[in-house]
């Protein structure tokens, strides 16, 4: 039976896996089970009867439906740390590989009946129990099979017939969006190549691309899809365009920022995912640890002066300021912010946009917001010195003033503010404080795992095995809830710089960045190198995050 099995396998591998099962059963070789448990043998893999063990109710938190069958796999459980799947196919090495680069996590396949992992795939996938059909409208050779989910989903975005819901396009649209919330990323990039449409997520800062991406024909229809959503033009294919799109995914409402921009291959189309649950973050779920948490909450409730909030893009300020907002957001208090563009609609906040081709810039409408009697106000970003200049002086004025500056570390706020314009003594009376900000990966709460770190982690950290103590160094090893990453969300770490009497003085004698630097971490200010060893020791991040978001700082003793 061995050597026929060898001259059925010789011209395997063009054929795949169904034609090796049909071509034994054709061969009349011995019953189904049988069959598995031969291959199994002969290919050193375990063999698993799919109906005689339990199954995950869940199989998408291990793998998502398009991969499981697009690779005709199905997910097991994970065990130390690898995901076992059932295959039919054991030839399939290159398969397995593919998968196992997708997912970032190690593979152990296990063989099983072909025709119970279909089974499984259709009963156990949501979508499993409905009729399945082709996002794309095409044959699998052009492209693979995705299977659509279409959940509680509606897309407010002008005139869409209700005849519409079932085009392929639009049912397209919808699962690259919703695999995306799924995947809790913060934006959907969708990149015309020059022979393919690349469509790629950014979750917890890292870019994934899609599993099965659209093909290149259909790169036109999709963004035009998306530009009718957000409500751009579809005509205009050579400048910049701006959208919104509001769309709700398994009953939660999310609004979508969308950005084209036109490039060699076709229009690049970007969308933000705003998520308004992410509002409601307190201080803690930001990351602050509690002495930090109370130096802050005692700088965002005084009466007057000037709060910024630094870091580059994408660091977290906006959210930060938000959650500042809905810390401050009493009944009796009067807020007003100028954002460029609006991101999240707050209830009980006066939320003005900025609209340059009007002529409503920040300044013109900070000067407007200062005739409504507000007692906090919030600026989207200083860019001038006449926005710079009215925000310090409103903070003068017996206001509060929330804004974001971009700026490297938190000293840097005060001769950024000088560069521009504002003369030091403004910066010096009005300036309680600026904050810089990074987001590291949070390790996965559900599988972290004590972790030993190497002599060279801790020295990158300025730190020695004595000196660590009962510290808890932890490691996520992968579970289902972080899709076998180990890493589930993000927070930040802080660099808080307060300006008090000393600092002051060192503000008007045109004192350097450097100089007031080292003041404030003689009077206590702990770097954001720092403040992410103290999360590394807590057991919330790892040593690789921190060193790649910060700068070398020597620990003070």
Known sequence: AKEQLQQIEDGLEVRGDKALFEELIRKGFLERRSVFQMMADEFALRFVDLAAIDLPKDPGDFLEETLARQFRVFPLEVVNGALQVAISNPLAVESIDSLSHMLKTPIEPVLADGAQIEKAINSYYDSGKHEHESAFGMDEGEGGDV????????????????????????????????????????????????TRFRVRYRVDGELQEMSSPPPKRLQLPVISRIKVMGQLSI?????????????????????????????????????????????????????????????????????????????????????????????????????????????????????????????????????????????????GEIRDKETAEIAINASLTGHMVFSTLHTNDAPSAVTRLVDIGVKPYLVATSLRASMAQRLVRRICPDCARPHTPTHRELAAVGLHRDSIGDARFMRGVGCPKCHNQGIKGRFGIFEIFQVNDEIEKLIYSGGTATQMRSVAKELGMKTMREDGIRKVLAGHTSVEEVLTVTVDEPMIE
């Open 147 to 194: 299977d659509v989910q279409v959940h509680d989903q509606t897309a407010v975005a002008g005139d869409v017939l209700p005849d519409e819901s079932d085009a392929p396009i639009i049912r397209l649209v919808q699962l690259i969006i919703t695999e995306a919330i799924r995947k809790r990323a913060s934006d959907i990039h969708l990149e015309p190549l020059d």
């Open 235 to 379: 005509a205009e294919k050579r400048l910049p365009q701006d959208g919104r799109i509001q769309v709700r995914v398994e009953g939660v409402d999310y609004d979508l920022r969308v950005s084209s921009l036109p490039t060699a291959y076709g229009e690049s189309i970007v969308m933000r995912i705003l998520d308004k649950t992410g509002l409601m973050k307190g201080l803690p779920e930001l990351g602050f640890l509690k002495d930090d948490q109370e130096i802050f909450e005692k700088l965002i409730t005084l009466p007057d002066g000037i709060l910024l909030v630094t870091g580059p893009t994408g660091s977290g300020k906006t959210t930060t300021l938000y959650s500042c907002l809905n810390y401050v957001n009493k009944p009796d208090r009067k807020i007003i912010t100028v954002e460029d563009p609006i991101e999240y609609q707050m209830p009980g906040i006066n939320q003005v946009p900025v609209s340059k081709q009007v002529g409503m810039t920040f300044a013109a409408a900070l000067k407007a917001m200062l005739r409504q009697a507000p007692n906090i106000i919030m600026v």
